[in-house]
């Protein structure tokens, strides 16, 4: 298969780059799949646009103004990462357009706004929309998932699922869009962080029954950036402590954490399932092992499986080496161009009804933080 799916950029601040960098890379995949072609870039900020234009020759369109490109014939795909006050306007009227997308976190600012882009994922049945967590892609998680789904922890006892954050600790870091709650939502913290921690959860049909939240906001002013100060009003780290049935109807704690103030933590995306038959945990800080224990009696030992680089869409990279950040970003771009062409994988990027159980998590969170008691979320 040699044909190319034409993309076109909205947004190109730090994870436009990201996903050009990794589209750049498509001869590391050793599988015939179709390969992205970067033609459209868009945003507001004409240096942002520059570096793009720079580094792909390929690119057609530089624009400013979304609507440029999304009606273009000659574009099949959007990738979409811009601040989260403008996720519903921007991916409805991709999607509208009849444009595969590829969009952000939160998948909208608020729940209101996620029931916008659900309403048109659904009037638009033959558009693939996904949206990103490429942690799960590192070949230590996809183990996990993999003995998920070969049922091996048995009875669940406990899953943990977390993403830690720990540069806002540094209380002169100037204050950006994401930590303003016009443009980053009340979810704050949540909204985020919080789809990275649930995709595999959720995936897993682990869906949270209740919750109960414990939110923090530590910091609540930031350096301006102009010599003053500007409040800082979004949730700094948020504890969600839900309940959830196995497979076997067995009830089990289901913990989310999402935190910027974790002391030691640079970007630590870490989940454990502990099982009665087996247990096991992934996380970045150790990004090639895989841990896991068996359960055989009275005594358990933890050990730890170098994975090494193996990951789901085969690559170039020999199986001894190591697995990294940027290899978790072109398997997630890798798995929504296999599923945008109908190459089936066994784990893809999150779908947009899991995006609308993350909402309803996140709303029933603020409530249950407001009204300080467990809030339980109706299926
Ligand atoms: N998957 C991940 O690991 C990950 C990591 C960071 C951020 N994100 C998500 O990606 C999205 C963007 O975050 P980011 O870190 O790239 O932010 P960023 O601030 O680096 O980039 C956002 C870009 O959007 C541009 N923009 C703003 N308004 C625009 C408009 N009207 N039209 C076109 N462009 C506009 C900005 O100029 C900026 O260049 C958010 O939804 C965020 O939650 C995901």
Not at 73 to 78: H, K, N
Not at 136 to 146: G, H, R, S, V
């Amino acid at each position: 298969m040699s044909k190319t799916i034409r993309f076109a950029l909205i947004g190109c601040g730090l994870m436009g780059r990201e996903f050009a960098s990794a589209a750049a890379r498509w001869c590391h995949l050793a599988k015939d799949i179709p390969r992205p072609e970067i033609v459209g870039a868009c945003d507001i900020n004409p240096e942002a646009r520059a570096w793009f234009e720079r580094h792909f020759s390929t690119i057609k369109y530089s624009t400013d103004n979304y609507r440029e490109l999304i009606d273009k014939p000659d574009i099949d795909a959007v990738y979409c990462a811009v601040p989260h006050n403008l996720h519903a306007r921007f991916y409805v009227d991709i999607i509208n357009a009849g444009k595969h997308l590829l969009g952000e976190k939160p998948f909208g600012i608020d729940k209101a706004a996620n029931d916008l882009i659900i309403e048109a994922v659904r009037a638009r049945p033959e558009v693939i929309v996904r949206c990103s967590s490429e942690f799960p892609f590192f070949p230590a998680c996809q183990e996990l998932i993999k003995w998920i789904k070969e049922g091996r922890f048995g009875r669940i006892i406990e899953v943990r699922s977390a993403f830690r954050h720990s540069s806002d600790l540094d209380i002169n870091k100037p204050i950006n869009w994401k930590r303003q709650i016009e443009y980053n939502g009340e979810y704050g913290c949540m909204g985020d962080l919080g789809l990275h921690t649930q995709h595999v959860p959720f995936r897993a049909g682990w869906l949270p029954l209740n919750v109960y939240a414990n939110l923090s906001k530590i910091v609540t002013e930031r350096p301006d950036g102009r010599g003053g100060v500007a409040p800082c009003l979004t949730w700094d780290n948020a504890t969600l402590i839900c309940e959830a049935r196995d497979t076997g109807g067995g009830l089990f704690p289901l913990i989310f954490e999402t935190k910027r103030m974790s002391p030691g933590s640079t970007n630590e995306w870490e989940l454990t399932v502990l099982g009665m038959g087996a247990s096991a945990k992934f996380s970045t800080n150790d990004p090639n092992a895989f841990w896991f224990t068996e359960n055989c009696g009275r005594e358990q030992a933890w050990c730890r499986v170098n994975i090494g680089y193996k990951p789901m869409i085969p690559a170039i990279t020999g199986g001894i080496f190591e697995f990294g950040f940027p290899d978790a970003i072109l398997q997630m771009i890798a798995a929504f161009v296999c599923e945008v062409s109908g190459i089936k994988i066994p784990f893809g990027c999150v779908r947009p009804e899991e995006t609308a159980l993350s909402h309803r998590l996140l709303s029933a969170a603020l409530l249950s933080y407001k009204e300080k008691r467990a809030v339980a979320i109706e299926y």
